[in-house]
């Protein structure tokens, strides 16, 4: 199953990560114009869900910033951390990815110029669709590495802490579900 999963990951993100690639920082001007047009550029386009924030909805994280709720023992904590630091090993690729297809689903600066309307053309749209459906399959796999993290935390509690650690899961699952919505811009 994870098997399949990484192939699927592989298959659609390493395209659009080859795209990213070619298409550059997107700071190119056009031809025969003098200077950029640094008026024109808008810094709330694109995906606004950062890495920070998909690392703040990890559920180990949660349960060990919640550890004096759950009336944790030092070792379980430590548990904890060791299960955290795997988790950040298998997600570690997909964080790089979603930097780069955060950059690919960013319109060129030239889809801007007010004199200009079909300015971005299919390609660039094209480029950008891929890239954010390919950043939230990336998204979906970290939450599905989350959910399976969270099973074997739980393991490590015992039964009093596993009925407030699963309260607090689910509210911060559907919170992260909220705030992803939110920030993919209506999408998730």
Same mark, same amino acid.
Request: net charge positive; proline share 3%; charged share 35%.
């Given at each position: 199953?994870?098997?399949?999963?990484?192939?699927?990951?592989?298959?659609?993100?390493?395209?659009?990560?080859?795209?990213?690639?070619?298409?550059?920082?997107?700071?190119?001007? =056009?031809?025969?114009?003098?200077? $950029?047009?640094?008026?024109?550029?808008?810094?709330?386009?694109?995906?606004?869900?950062?890495?920070? #924030?998909?690392?703040?909805?990890?559920?180990?994280?949660?349960?060990? &910033? !919640?550890?004096?709720?759950? !009336?944790?023992?030092?070792? =379980?904590?430590?548990?904890?951390? #060791?299960?955290?630091? !795997?988790?950040?090993?298998?997600?570690?690729?997909?964080?790089?990815?979603? &930097?780069?297809?955060?950059?690919?689903?960013?319109?060129?600066?030239? $889809?801007? #110029?007010?004199?200009?309307?079909?300015? =971005?053309?299919?390609?660039?749209?094209?480029?950008?669709?891929?890239?954010?459906?390919?950043?939230?399959?990336?998204?979906?796999?970290?939450?599905?590495?989350?959910?399976?993290?969270?099973? &074997?935390?739980?393991?490590?509690?015992?039964?009093t802490q596993q009925k407030t650690?699963t309260d607090l899961l689910e509210? =911060?699952?559907?919170d992260a579900e909220e705030m992803?919505?939110?920030?993919?811009?209506?999408?998730?």
């Open positions: 199953m994870r098997h399949t999963k990484v192939a699927l990951f592989f298959l659609v993100v390493l395209p659009t990560l080859a795209l990213a690639q070619r298409g550059g920082s997107g700071m190119s001007r =056009q031809r025969g114009e003098k200077s $950029a047009d640094w008026n024109s550029v808008d810094s709330k386009a694109g995906i606004k869900l950062s890495n920070r #924030d998909i690392e703040n909805i990890s559920p180990i994280k949660l349960l060990i &910033d !919640k550890k004096k709720d759950l !009336k944790l023992s030092d070792e =379980q904590v430590n548990k904890l951390k #060791d299960l955290e630091g !795997k988790l950040r090993e298998t997600n570690d690729l997909s964080f790089k990815a979603l &930097d780069s297809l955060r950059r690919a689903a960013q319109p060129p600066m030239r $889809a801007n #110029d007010p004199n200009n309307p079909t300015s =971005q053309g299919d390609e660039d749209r094209d480029r950008m669709m891929s890239a954010r459906r390919g950043f939230t399959a990336v998204v979906a796999t970290i939450r599905e590495n989350y959910d399976a993290s969270a099973k &074997d935390a739980l393991a490590i509690l015992d039964e650690a509210k =911060q699952k559907k992803i919505r939110d920030r993919m811009g209506g999408r998730g």
